[in-house]
């Protein structure tokens, strides 16, 4: 059974970089047409995709973080990481590392995120 | 403010019938983009729940079911139960947007 396990400072003083790493075990990283996923959920407010990326290397990023964001993969550990630049309190929340999988039902094919990590939460103050 | 619209609390009896409602517009789920559902256990990480608008993962109960109709997607819940008190996200994809994007959230709260 894969599982993902997030790692990373939980305290960032503000116009630093937020960095985080999502260990994966029981699996392969580099196995399989999956998205490795950040996804953040700010204290007691909803879930905000962050962006992903393949073993590839390949990235995708949420426009509206595209400016801030860098993710990539390390595939002789079995991880992949986020990097966040110039945090501010805004960027306080819980962060999820999730795969993104191609599941299957009756020759149609739908892109979701099936897998996810616990969490760590991430608070950005001085 | 989320590009889906979900109503901020549902709340029903053991054994009642509940939905939720998750509204979008011509960019994401009137585009025909899929709708996708996680259910969050209070202090958990999001589970999926609902796949490609109707389908359920192995190990999620029949209780549950989802349906899709132009620009809107629901979530059914029958037979209530106390462990389904939780939060109930929508997900979908807006070309608007270019991205991922997520309902704010249902809490659901059994009676």
């Known amino acids: 059974q894969l599982q993902l396990q997030e790692s990373g400072s939980g305290l960032v003083k503000p116009s630093q970089t937020l960095s985080l790493t999502c260990a994966v075990s029981g699996g392969s990283l580099s196995s399989g047409a999956y998205s490795w996923n950040w996804i953040r959920q700010p204290p007691g407010k909803g879930l905000e995709w962050i962006g992903y990326?393949?073993?590839?290397?390949?990235?995708y990023y949420n426009p509206s973080l595209k400016s801030r964001v860098t993710t990539s993969v390390d595939r002789s550990n079995n991880q992949f990481s986020l990097k966040l630049t110039s945090a501010t309190a805004a960027d306080t929340a819980v962060y999820y590392c999730a795969r993104g999988a191609l599941l299957s039902v009756t020759g149609t094919t739908y892109n979701t995120f099936d897998i996810w990590g616990q969490g760590t939460m991430v608070t950005v103050s001085s | 403010q989320s590009e889906l619209t979900q109503p901020p609390s549902v709340s029903g009896a053991p054994g009642q019938r509940v939905t939720i409602s998750c509204t979008g517009s011509?960019?994401?789920?009137?585009?025909?983009?899929?709708v996708h559902w996680y259910q969050q256990l209070p202090g958990t990480a999001p589970r999926l729940l609902i796949f490609?608008?109707?389908n359920r993962p192995s190990g999620v109960p029949d209780r549950f079911s989802g349906s899709k109709s132009g620009t809107s997607a629901s979530l059914a819940i029958t037979g209530l139960q106390a462990e389904d008190e939780a939060d109930y996200y929508c997900?979908?994809?807006?070309?608007?947007?270019?991205?991922?994007?997520f309902g704010g959230g249902t809490k659901l709260t059994v009676l």
């Open positions: 490609g608008n109707i």
């Open positions: 011509n960019s994401n789920i009137g585009a025909g983009y899929d």
């Open positions: 990326v393949y073993h590839s290397g390949g990235t």
């Open positions: 997900q979908s994809y807006d070309s608007s947007l270019r991205g991922v994007i």
